[in-house]
């Protein structure tokens, strides 16, 4: 290997820790527990609607999070369209388990209100 080659690896080397240890958004948590509406009190219901409302927040801020993260990382990358693709994922993975957790708990919301 020639100095040119060394030098070339260790760039590319640093650019990929670089790459790695650059992701700063952090994966939405879910809410813990949906009370059920059957049995739970009005205030447990508050408490998960604003719990819902700060995880939509959350998910909201990760896909938000995610472009700034792409715009960074793939300025003048040749893999660009392949750090959008995963980005995307990532994205699609979070809004689908919030879709998934809200259609739960819109369920105990529904039960919550038919107790009368």
Known sequence: MNSMQIKLAAV???????FQAH????????????????????QEMVGAMQA????DADVNAYGTCLEEETKQKAAGTAQLMQ????????????????????????AQVKAYKSRG
């Open 52 to 55: 819902f409302k700060a995880y």
């Open 83 to 106: 750090l959008k693709t995963m980005q995307t994922k990532k994205l699609n993975a979070a809004v689908a388990e919030l879709q998934v957790k809200a259609k739960e708990f819109n």
């Open 23 to 42: 992701a700063d958004c952090a994966y939405p948590k879910a809410p813990a527990a949906i009370p059920n509406g059957s049995t739970a009190s009005e």
């Open 12 to 18: 590319m080397a640093c650019a990929a820790l670089s």
